[in-house]
């Protein structure tokens, strides 16, 4: 990836990113950790854009964008009398330490290692070649998957109704 | 939704949308549900009933206006009534029917706005209200022919009605009365039909008729729960009694009941204003005015004030809302010593708590609606 | 300039952007600049037309309704009243924005501004003619799916920061809604994707081209359902829940005044605009027109058909009430979303046959057609007696009338009886 | 300066790190899904960055996406794990009105 344009789109988009990631991190008020969170996001799709994972990406904002932060907005806005509160626990130089310890690590590791990568260029398509794969190589994994959603659907609606009520 | 949440606490009212004036009712909510509903009034409160004691009697009738500002030729009506019965006058005939023709005409035009304004609060973005009007106005032009003023007509009077109505008011609702019909088809098959209505409508807000009873409710409240009652039967006043019109009563107390109970009275009351453009005769419209009287230029205005002999009297009729009483206690002097309004809007209001606990915050507005409340009225 | 040559061709107004660009190619200069420029050209053009078409549905929903509810609409500024909308407009911007001293400050600037993003992006991968798309993206349904999710943040964001009750009711009800809506659009755009095999608006567009046919004429129920969904997605009556003005004062928007209120409230247009266009792309043939495309430009035919499929959205402003949010959300879950399954079902099952007979669409298509109808029909009478839709106690009545005074007609919800059942 | 591997794959491990640490040190059990999304993000990351380049010169593009299929996977997963564990928290929330991980301490409800 050579052109200008993705190089500039790569730097922005990283930089939105991580900023956002960081800015999650040191924001006090979690509504707006959510929403630099969901700037994070955003930043991530875009970055699977410029790996020409259009699938992916878009797929990035319907789950994580429209949903995922949707239901991390209703837990907070649920639970008012738990403050809305985003300070660490006592674990917090335990924390940067291993954090940074992984950072540091991974990163050496990448930079070290000799990938050998072929350079192939983006995909022209993703959409129909997953959708093949899915329904044909991951056939099992697919059903899994979504009986896991079901499982996950039906246990989230068991663990939240309240006691002695019934649906009428 | 079934999520459990905390309760918190919303202020519909005193400015709100639908809360038809300043009513204010202080609902706290979980999610959406109701679970406790307070109402609180008096933002409109103009301490009639006291100020009514210093002034005579003629001078009180425009209070009345001023309670029910929505239908303030019954309110007229059923406060001379109480004086008439108080003093023992009887007004002449034509002016009985005239009583009778501005009521129900003051009934059509304040069933149609409550009509349309709980189409209204079921969310119907202004239309059925824009098209009530249309025809309230129409009714709003025959009273301006016949008094001179459209909302606070002063039109009766202790004794009679203020003056004749003009030749042209005869025309002018004959050609009313044959264009209604066709606009209440209208309003049956777009309101009543209507699948939203119904399905906001009907189950919300269920009064058996035990609970309207014991609350004294009265009018479209009570009959929508089913009892047949309506004092223009039970005790008719004017010439109700000469006049044929059927009781419409709901069977299953919901605010949809009330709303159908409304629309079905709008037709009766064109079936008693055809009987009255019949009947009607000629003649005095004032006892103390004898002649039948020529038009604004040269009239005899009925006298300012009257002697009242001491006493009590309580004069009821059956307004738009339900059962409007006027309670006049006479010590012979100008001003009544004590002059007390049952308004139907302000004890309609009564069982409103318990219909909204439970319900969601759109059905409270839905319910509030069918009651058909005037702030005027409650906080008089 | 050379670039005005291509001009007369006025079926594509693609042809003209490209002279231009050629015209800039020519002057030299990197490779990039041609691309930018295309893209501002794009973006400025959908702008302007986004704003004058606002500014026009404006004033023709005012009339519109106006008619419906027996009276005039605006009349008295400019011929007609036709310059009501930039004074509303200029009142908006010279009103006083208040800003509630509890408000999510930053949050609560954030809002008006975020609303506008999905109701524009979106108009990204609409084709308004022959190639006139800015991104004809291969995953564009889903993209749109994906970009209008992004609503109910915004939505929530400023019914959150508001710190008013109204304003947070009327955004727990949007996400609500939305999330429950989100649904029944991806399933009734699903069907359009499985006739159409592609995802790529352009190609849906020229699917419906070839086969001479439109996709409502395939699949009345997706359209339907797709139609509903957009009502509750761009808040319009009967779905306007989230905002319902009896109930809940303006919703989430209820502490934005001055222009942050006019950001809400072109944004709804624009909304509105996008549904229409997406309505248009994909059930109505989009830019195309039974070969009427040949004579009259392609982007005129697409955006008489969006204007008017918006005045459908105006109409039933103008007619319907209200549902309550729990009689919306089971619609949405009990009703649509079923009816929904069984016609990606069935709509799978036509195009594996077709598919694999390889029968010519002049003989399928009709025949395909004819079974969705009857479905549609079928399942929507079907399901909704079997939901308990046509019990007495959910259908409107009479009242009844009465001589008797003093007795009691009152049966409770779901009984039969008709005359009275005592004296009260 | 042309974008290589090792530009996402760097990219990936800082945002893994700052999701780990929010994981590990967040007092708010909703600040602790965030950081685990935000892993989960990372993770995605890399996938996608390793299916965009290759190793072999000899892989199909469908072998190539199994990268982002495994992606999709994840996403799956990662709804259906971000469902649950904020219907915990509603319930934890509901008995002790707290959703501190610190004060999450009774081992029993």
Redesign the interface.
């Known amino acids: 990836m050579e052109d200008t344009g993705s190089i500039v789109a790569f730097w922005l988009l990283a930089a939105l990113t991580l900023g956002s990631a960081l800015a999650v991190v040191l924001i006090r008020d979690l509504i707006r950790a959510v929403v630099l969170l969901i700037t994070s996001f955003l930043g991530v799709a875009g970055l699977y854009i410029t790996l020409s994972a259009d699938f992916v990406a878009v797929v990035q904002v319907l789950i994580y964008v429209g949903a995922i932060s949707v239901l991390m907005l209703f837990a907070i806005m649920l639970t008012p009398r738990a403050g809305r509160n985003n300070a660490e626990t006592f674990f917090r130089i335990p924390g940067i330490l291993l954090a940074g310890l992984m950072a540091f690590t991974i990163s050496l590791v990448s930079l070290d290692t000799d990938w050998a990568v072929v350079e192939r260029g983006g995909f022209e398509e993703t959409a129909s070649a997953i959708g093949e794969a899915l329904l044909d190589k991951y056939v099992l994994p697919f059903e899994l998957a979504a009986v896991l959603l079901l499982v996950a659907m039906l246990g989230a609606i068991l663990l939240v109704h309240p006691e002695g009520t019934d649906e009428e | 939704m079934s999520m459990k949440t905390e309760p918190f606490v919303v202020n519909i009212g005193p400015q709100h949308p639908s809360t038809h004036g300043v009513f204010r009712m202080r609902l706290t909510l979980d999610g959406e549900r109701i679970i406790d509903a307070d109402m609180v009034i008096g933002y409109l409160h103009r301490s009639m009933e006291k100020l009514a004691e210093e002034r005579s009697y003629t001078q009180n009738i425009p209070f009345t206006d001023r309670t029910d500002y929505v239908a303030a030729m019954t309110g007229n009506l059923a406060y001379v009534l109480a004086v008439e019965k108080l003093c023992g006058i009887e007004p002449p005939e034509r002016a009985s029917w005239l009583r009778v023709i501005m009521s129900e005409l003051q009934r059509f035009a304040s069933h149609s706005m409550a009509v349309g304004v709980f189409a209204n609060d079921c969310g119907t973005w202004q239309t059925p209200v824009m098209h009530m009007f249309r025809e309230r106005e129409k009714i709003l032009d025959l009273f301006e022919m016949a008094c001179g003023a459209r909302l606070t007509t002063n039109y009766m009077r202790i004794g009679g009605v203020s003056r004749d109505v003009p030749p042209e008011f005869r025309p002018a609702l004959r050609k009313l009365l044959d264009e209604l019909p066709m606009r209440m088809g209208e309003y049956e098959d777009l309101l009543l039909e209507n699948e939203i209505i119904v399905a906001r409508s009907r189950g919300i807000g269920v009064l058996t008729p035990e609970v309207a009873i014991n609350c004294s409710l009265s009018g479209p409240m009570l009959r929508g729960s089913g009892v047949a009652w309506d004092i223009r039967k039970a005790d008719p006043y004017c010439v109700y009694d000469k006049l044929e019109f059927d009781i419409c009563v709901g069977t299953d107390g919901d605010a949809y009941d009330r709303f159908l109970v409304r629309l079905a009275e709008m037709r009766q009351s064109i079936h008693i204003l055809e009987q009255c453009l019949e009947m009607m005769p000629e003649g005095p419209v004032h006892s103390q005015i004898t002649t039948a009287t020529a038009q604004p230029g040269g009239q005899p205005s009925a006298p300012l004030t009257i002697r009242v002999p001491a006493g009590e009297a309580y004069g009821r009729i059956e307004s738009p809302r339900g059962e409007l009483g006027f309670y006049i206690v006479s010590d012979g002097g100008p001003a009544p010593y004590r002059f007390h309004i049952r308004s139907p809007s302000y004890i309609n209001l009564t069982p409103l708590r318990e219909l909204a606990i439970g319900a969601t915050v759109a059905d409270a507005i839905v319910i509030l609606g069918s009651i058909d409340i005037v702030v005027g009225e409650i906080d008089r | 300039m050379p670039f005005l040559a291509k001009w007369y061709d006025l079926r594509d107004l693609g042809n003209a952007v490209g002279a231009f660009l050629d015209w800039i190619r020519d002057l030299g200069g990197p490779d990039w600049i041609p691309y930018v420029v295309s893209g501002l050209i794009g973006i400025v053009a959908i702008l302007l037309w986004l704003l004058v078409s606002q500014l026009a549905f404006i004033w023709i929903e005012r009339r519109v309704i106006g008619r419906m509810q027996a009276r005039i609409g605006p009349n008295r500024v400019g011929p007609w009243g036709l310059l009501q909308p930039i004074a509303d407009a200029l009142k908006l911007l010279l009103k006083e924005a208040i800003t509630n001293r509890y408000a999510d400050k930053p949050l609560f600037w954030l809002g008006p501004v975020l609303i506008f993003i999905p109701a524009l992006v979106v108009f990204a991968v609409i084709p308004f003619g022959e190639g006139m798309s800015l991104a004809d993206l291969n995953v564009g349904v889903l993209f749109v799916i994906a970009i209008t999710s992004i609503n109910s943040i915004a939505i929530f964001i400023s019914g959150w920061a508001s710190n008013n009750k109204f304003a947070l009711l009327g955004s727990m009800r949007a996400i609500a809604m939305l999330i429950s809506y989100e649904l029944v659009q991806a399933f009734a755009l699903l069907g359009v994707v499985i006739f159409a095999g592609s995802m790529r608006l352009g190609d849906i567009v020229a699917w419906q081209s070839e086969f001479n046919t439109w996709m409502f004429l395939l699949q009345p129920l997706a359209l339907v359902a797709f139609l509903i969904a957009s009502a509750v997605e761009i808040n319009r009556s009967p779905m306007d829940i989230s905002e319902a003005e009896s109930e809940i004062v303006a919703g989430y928007h209820t502490e934005y005044s001055g222009i942050k209120f006019g950001f809400f409230y072109a944004a709804e247009y624009f909304a509105g605009f996008a549904v229409s266009a997406i309505v248009v792309t994909l059930f109505l043939g989009g830019w195309t027109a039974f070969g009427l495309e040949r004579w009259v430009p392609g982007w005129l035919i697409f955006l008489s058909k969006l204007y008017l499929v918006f005045f459908l959205f105006i109409w039933t402003r103008g007619t319907l009430p209200r549902l309550r949010i729990d009689q919306l959300m089971a619609f949405s879950w009990k009703f649509l979303l079923e009816l929904l399954f069984i016609h990606i079902l069935v709509v799978g099952a036509e195009v594996l046959i077709w598919h694999e007979g390889d029968y010519p669409a002049v003989v399928v298509l009709p025949i395909f057609a004819v079974i969705n109808w009857t479905l549609a029909v079928a399942l929507v009478v079907g399901w909704a007696t079997f939901m308990g839709h046509l019990r007495p106690e959910r259908r409107a009545k009479r009242a009844v009338l009465t001589q008797e005074l003093g007795a009691t007609y009152f049966r409770p919800a779901g009984g039969h009886g008709t005359g009275p059942m005592g004296e009260a | 300066?042309?974008?290589?591997?090792?530009?996402?794959?760097?990219?990936?491990?800082?945002?893994?790190?700052?999701?780990?640490?929010?994981a590990?040190?967040?007092?708010?059990?909703?600040?602790v899904?965030?950081g685990i999304?935000?892993m989960f993000?990372a993770v995605?990351?890399t996938f996608?960055?390793f299916?965009?380049?290759?190793?072999?010169?000899d892989?199909t593009?469908?072998e190539?996406?199994?990268g982002?299929?495994f992606?999709?996977?994840v996403?799956?997963?990662?709804?259906?794990?971000?469902?649950?564990a904020?219907?915990?928290?509603?319930?934890v929330?509901?008995n002790r009105?707290?959703?501190?991980?610190?004060r999450m301490d009774l081992l029993k409800w």
């Open positions: 300066m042309a974008i290589e591997l090792e530009h996402y794959l760097i990219l990936g491990a800082l945002l893994f790190s700052i999701g780990l640490y929010m590990l040190a967040k007092r708010n059990f909703v600040g899904l965030m999304e935000m993000n995605n990351l996608i960055a299916s965009r380049f290759p190793r072999f010169a892989m593009d469908a190539r996406l199994s982002h299929v992606v999709i996977f996403i799956t997963v990662a709804a259906a794990e971000a469902a649950v904020l219907a915990l928290a509603m319930l929330y509901r009105e707290t959703i501190d991980v610190d």
